[in-house]
């Protein structure tokens, strides 16, 4: 039996940006590091929302995680939208 893994809250901003402000739980790759690191996300199937500052970067990362096969992810867009639930 498969273990379920939790929604992975995918940060795309850059280092700086998400130490100057974090939204916990999540985790940072930062957009130009994550096609190398799509290994470490876990399961193809694991719900991920993605987010960015602005939602630029974050439609990016939904686009690289589609083509690496993760079929269930969402595009928060901006930190803002994340914030706000």
Do not use: W
């Not at 280092?15 to 739980?25: L, N």
């Amino acid at each position: 039996m498969s273990q379920i893994q939790p929604t992975l809250y995918l940060d795309v901003r850059t280092s700086e940006e998400y130490k100057a402000g974090p939204i916990e739980p999540s985790v940072n790759v930062p957009i130009d590091e994550l096609p190398g690191r799509v290994g470490t996300l876990g399961s193809r199937r694991r719900k991920i929302v993605v987010f960015c500052r602005t939602g630029r970067r974050s439609a990016i990362a939904l686009a690289i995680l589609r083509a690496a096969g993760f079929t269930h992810v969402h595009d928060a867009g901006a930190i803002e939208n994340v914030r706000a639930t």
